[in-house]
């Protein structure tokens, strides 16, 4: 009895220096962040507009269809159903790693019957018994390792809300584009319709001798096209609804969007920029980026474990009789109880390199880490870029449409009045009608430059949401 309590003693002893763990500890790499975004001059939001929706960011564009079709992205998407897969895979992991920390018990029971050719008789035996081994973390190998689990964890987490984020703006840009194609069908069907009562008017003016047939075939001519880029527009949405459906997980028959009833005039909202520190927490692919930073510091931790002992304390109690009736009696028990300690003598090398490998792939996360925020710096400035000088332009091309709407009703009075040709006609309705494409086209990249940017801003998600993923044992 004395052996048992001086081995018990000498286990939990040795259990007592596990607070010890090789490795570095993390720290955040650092990065220097600007106080203000250089494109930020001049930049106001409107109140009381002063921050982005919780999650459902695309809401400040103020458009229900868009909002019903966002809402399906998550559910849907399978982009977004993978990395919900994989997100689960990584909880597996971290549990896995967890589980180390507690001893692992195991339990057997077996009857055998034995008989050896040259002796007559044969022999039973019966055993039970009950299994304990447990490897206290003498050197951190498994606080790394959980510290590891848990940073993956977060990792991938932040890897699933950026997937959202970047089907959510692929399918908010995809509806823009397409509401653009709807105001474009709207303009060109007007046009057809102004074509054709030019048309008839040159017909009328022709057949009483006013005007020249070349004027009646550049009438035809003009129309036809107006015509053929009417059905062109038609292609390039139905190619972005079927975009759209498969951002929502549908087959392309199974989503009709109805044409907008009325002109598009959706504008780009007020979008609150806050300062640029703030998108190391906005921004879920940054939160990526450094949780795998975090990920492969405890990897270090786990590789130079290797180098120290490991030790073992097992402990086992049963049953072992030949003969069943004699099972629960005092001899047919027993029981075993001690530590093990093992340590690598020779490797080759290879604790060694996979140390190497591990510092080599912290550095990496580092890198990769610090590039994400320079690349988001980047983002946030180009839009804000984009916002403000398409801005300038749009109220640019709002005179010229205005003035070539002007000059346009100037040249048509003038033929009516027989002082001009037709020719001077085509060329002021062409311009006029460029004009008014252009518009459309600058107010679609301002949209998009919206949506790019709430999106550069990490479009109201927070780390505050990965905190809560992390379990202690």
């Excluded at 992991?93 to 002796?119: D, E, F, W």
């Amino acid at each position: 009895m004395s052996r048992f309590i001086q081995t018990t003693q000498i286990a939990l002893l040795i259990a007592m220096l596990s607070a010890c763990s090789v490795g570095p500890n993390y720290v955040k790499p650092t990065m220097q962040t600007p106080a203000a975004f250089k494109e930020q001059a001049g930049w106001k939001t409107a109140q009381p507009q002063d921050e982005l929706p919780r999650g459902q960011w695309w809401e400040i564009f103020g458009d229900t269809e868009l909002n019903k079709l966002v809402a399906q992205v998550e559910i849907s998407n399978q982009n977004i159903r993978a990395a919900e897969a994989q997100y689960r895979q990584a909880r597996a992991l971290a549990q896995q790693s967890q589980a180390s920390y507690y001893p692992t018990v195991t339990g057997g029971a077996s009857a055998t019957r034995s008989k050896v050719s040259n002796i007559s008789n044969s022999t039973s035996n019966y055993n039970l018994n009950l299994g304990a081994s447990w490897e206290p973390d003498i050197w951190g190998r498994i606080q790394r390792t959980v510290e590891a689990g848990n940073a993956g964890l977060q990792a991938s987490a932040a890897d699933l809300e950026a997937a959202k984020l970047s089907a959510q703006a692929a399918l908010v840009q995809d509806y823009f584009l397409l509401r653009t194609n709807d105001a474009r069908k709207m303009l060109l069907d007007n046009t057809v319709a102004n074509y054709e009562k030019s048309l008839q008017l040159t017909q009328n003016q022709f057949a009483v001798g006013v005007a020249a047939r070349a004027d009646v075939v550049a009438a035809e001519t003009q129309l036809k096209s107006a015509k053929a880029q009417t059905v062109d527009v038609g292609v390039q949405r139905a190619q972005l609804e079927h975009a759209i459906s498969i951002l929502i997980g549908k087959a392309p028959s199974e989503l009709s969007i109805e044409p907008a009833a009325n002109a598009f005039v959706t504008l780009p909202p007020a979008i609150p920029l806050g300062i640029p520190s703030q998108l190391l927490e906005r921004r879920p692919d940054i939160a990526a980026a450094e949780r795998r930073a975090a990920q492969a510091n405890a990897q270090i931790g786990v590789a130079e474990a290797a180098f120290y002992p490991s030790l073992t304390l097992s402990a086992t109690l049963g049953l072992q009789s030949p003969s069943f009736a004699n099972w629960l009696t005092a001899p047919a028990r027993f029981w075993s109880l001690g530590p093990a300690l093992a340590q690598t003598i020779f490797d080759g090398g290879l604790r060694k390199a996979q140390t190497a490998q591990a510092l080599a792939v912290y550095d990496q996360n580092t890198a990769n880490y610090r590039q994400t925020i320079l690349l988001a710096f980047q983002q946030v400035e180009d839009n804000l870029a984009a916002l403000r000088i398409l801005e300038q332009e749009a109220q640019l091309q709002d005179d010229a449409v205005k003035s070539a709407q002007e000059s346009l009703q100037i040249t048509l009075n003038q033929y009516k009045a027989g002082t001009i040709t037709y020719l001077n006609v085509v060329t002021v309705e062409t311009i006029a009608l460029n004009n008014e494409i252009t518009a459309l086209g600058i107010q679609s990249n301002r949209l998009t430059a919206a949506v790019l940017l709430v999106t550069a801003l990490g479009g109201g998600w927070n780390t505050s949401a990965l905190n809560t993923l992390i379990k202690k044992p």
